[in-house]
Nanobody, 121 residues
């Protein structure tokens, strides 16, 4: 069982930076692939970044590659999403998610409640 709680969302100007945190509980966290999703009004939910066990492999959507960085600290049971050079189109609710297998893609098993990120221009 994994429980996830996001934090760090807010309002930021275009070109600014923001770091999201996801605090996880549960004995399976260290064996979980972690991902960040986002969903804007009128758009489909999309995977923006994911990280493997131990953080050896990462995935980024083309829309955020070079601007966002995902990382994890298993000792703190926390995954982060560092966002820089933010654009208005990054505005969305961001969700932390976890899955129990070793594949970055595919269905995720656990979800946080989401945190709002708003980028103004």
């Amino acid at each position: 069982q994994v429980q996830l709680v996001e934090s760090g969302g807010g309002l930021v100007q275009a070109g600014g930076s923001l770091r999201l945190s996801c605090a996880a509980s549960g004995r399976t966290f260290s064996n979980s692939v972690m991902g960040w999703f986002r969903q804007a009004p009128g758009k489909e939910r999309e995977l923006v970044a994911a990280i493997s066990k131990r953080g050896s492999r990462t995935y980024y959507a083309d829309s955020v590659k070079g601007r966002f960085t995902i990382s994890r600290d298993d000792a703190k049971n926390t995954v982060y999403l560092q966002m820089s050079s933010l654009k208005p189109e990054d505005t969305a609710v961001y969700y932390c998610a976890a899955k129990e297998d070793v594949l970055i893609l595919g269905s995720y098993d656990y979800w946080g409640q989401g945190t709002q990120v708003t980028v103004s221009s």
